[in-house]
């Protein structure tokens, strides 16, 4: 069985439909990125596979229940890290995730919790005295308290810095090892593609793309991008496809042997230099964009993206 099977989702608030209609399946075990802009209506889907929010039509299943249906048998098992949560801040660490781990039937270890979100120093703490990115942490263990199957997390990583940011993702990668299924919303391009398995991208209440970061990235093209620098007054080779973008140019091709050959051969026989000369693959943060505004361009007037 599935973690999550979604099937024609539709949520609509008064005569503005925020979901049409999607289709999306995770599978158990795996970790899955839905990715969009703000208003795509990636909060409004996750809120409604958390039982938090009632659909207006379709079909959801969340390991195996229907979150419509507030059933304790499936809030037992599963695990949340919402935008913005609340514990008492007067408690310590580890007495907050003491607390959170007796409302379930069979909890994880408290200190195993506190060790797997990286408090481990902190433990003792109250949580009033923790820095922004050590609070965020507090989310992720009372999310875990009670050993879920199933983990969502709601850009977990917002406020953190660089080095605390990559500590999360290991803790999200051995959560995954563990077998957990990780259902994972983020603005940021280089989580999602270092962490997901597979991912959707969302626009305008539509599922514009679904695979893996490396078939989004391959499925357009062309695929590779060149992006240089040339002296005032000098112009660009003909017939390679180079446009103007800022102070420099760029091009992308399918080809990027036999262009990056024809445009440096150019440059050596003009006595030319091609500065800050970059060569790279398409990013998913470039197909991202290109998906949305295409969804977005392709909106009906009024529409919300």
Not at 218 to 241: C, I, N, Q
């Amino acid at each position: 069985m599935s973690a999550v099977e979604i099937r024609g989702l539709r949520k609509s608030y008064g005569s503005f439909e925020a979901v049409r209609g999607i289709d999306l399946t995770v599978e158990t075990g795996e970790v899955f990125a839905l990715l969009g802009p703000n208003g795509a209506g990636k909060t409004t889907t996750v809120e409604i596979l958390e039982g938090h929010r009632q659909r207006s039509a379709g079909d959801v299943s969340v390991l195996g229940h229907d979150p419509g249906r507030h059933e304790r048998a499936l809030k037992e098992r599963m695990g949340i890290v919402l935008q913005q949560t609340g514990v008492d801040e007067y408690l310590t660490v580890r007495e907050v995730v003491q607390m959170v781990a007796g409302y379930y039937p069979a909890p994880r270890d408290v200190d195993e919790v506190i060790g797997l979100a990286g408090l481990g120093e902190q433990r003792d703490q109250r949580v009033n005295k923790l820095s922004g990115g050590q609070k965020r942490r507090v989310d992720l263990a009372v999310a875990l308290a009670g050993d879920p199957e199933l983990l969502f997390l709601d850009e977990p990583t917002t406020g953190f810095d660089p080095s605390a940011r990559r500590q999360a993702w290991e803790t999200v990668r051995g959560l995954a090892s563990l077998g957990k299924t990780i259902f994972l919303t983020t603005h940021f391009m280089d989580e999602a593609q270092a962490l997901a398995d597979r991912l959707a991208i969302m626009a305008d209440g539509r599922i514009v793309a679904t695979g893996t970061a490396n078939e989004l990235i391959g499925a357009s093209t062309p695929s590779t991008h060149v992006h240089f620098r040339l002296v005032d007054g000098v112009e660009p080779p003909a017939g390679l496809g180079v446009h103007a973008a800022a102070s420099a140019y760029e091009l992308e091709t399918t080809e990027p042997t036999r262009t990056l050959h024809e445009l440096t051969a150019w440059a050596l026989s003009a006595g030319v230099e091609l500065h800050d000369l970059e060569v790279g693959r398409r990013s998913l943060e470039d197909v991202y964009l290109q998906l949305t505004a295409d969804a977005e361009s392709d909106a009906p007037a009024g529409a919300a993206s």
